[in-house]
């Protein structure tokens, strides 16, 4: 909304902003479709631009994380492919909810993706090296280029997508 206001006796325009916050419970949901969509990138970027670069074969680590923590058994097959992409897409939407957090306090653009980036892929090392699942002392400097680089992609996409597609101003 366009307001003038009367500076020092001269009209200046400007725009208002609304300083209403969305409640927690739309931000998170907000959140939840961003990392979806995030995630869709990220694996499309992992697909067309990262794997043929790295000539890296495909990752099952959301399915050993899913395996390990919660009572299935190991599928075979395609239902152990299913169960990763299950699981990676779930994954994604606990980051776009982190961003969702995020943004309910007052977090966007850059600020808000670095400081999701930061907190989330840490709590992701960290979780799944307790778990036995990563070994990152044993990750070479291209281990973790491709660890750090496609998730930051995922984190930056969802960033965008929760502030540009899902955020009306």
Do not use: C
């Amino acid at each position: 909304m366009q307001v003038a206001l009367l500076a020092g006796g001269r009209a200046v325009v400007g725009t208002l902003m609304s300083t209403t916050r969305l409640p927690i419970t739309a931000a998170l949901g907000r959140g939840v479709l961003a990392g979806l969509a995030g995630t869709a990138v990220m694996t499309a970027f992992q697909k067309i631009v990262e794997m043929p670069l790295t000539r890296r074969r495909d990752s099952y680590a959301p399915a050993d994380f899913a395996e390990t923590v919660l009572p299935i058994e190991r599928p075979i097959g395609r239902g152990r492919t299913k169960l990763n992409y299950a699981t990676h897409f779930a994954l994604g939407t606990l980051w776009g909810s982190a961003y969702g957090v995020a943004a309910h306090a007052g977090l966007r653009g850059p600020r808000a993706v670095g400081t999701v980036f930061a907190a989330v892929y840490s709590g992701d090392v960290l979780l799944n090296t307790a778990l036995g699942l990563y070994q990152p002392s044993t990750w070479s400097l291209k281990d973790w280029a491709i660890d750090v680089v496609d998730k930051l992609v995922q984190a930056a996409a969802t960033g965008v997508v929760y502030d540009r597609v899902l955020t009306r101003r």
